[in-house]
């Protein structure tokens, strides 16, 4: 079976850039300020760039706070599998 280890609100600060690639992390959690407003330039780029990411370095991404169908739709739409 085995452990699997997800790396925490990525996004929130910027030291947090150097910890996926460093650790064996399989899994990316993006914090739930980006799903609230996916519609904003801003926070589709960090989505799309946490997406690209998270699929160079063989992880998941999952995206915290995605709380109704419309938010669920959208991401789906964009690549993502996990909120």
Known sequence: M????AFDDFGIDFSSLKLPYQ???TQIKLDSAFAKDFQKPENK???NSS???AKSLSMDLTIEGVTN???H???LNIGCVYG
């Open 45 to 47: 780029a960090v989505i």
């Open 23 to 25: 650790l064996p992390f």
């Open 2 to 5: 085995g452990c699997r280890m």
């Open 69 to 71: 169908q419309l938010e």
């Open 73 to 75: 739709e959208a991401l």
């Open 51 to 53: 997406l690209s990411l």
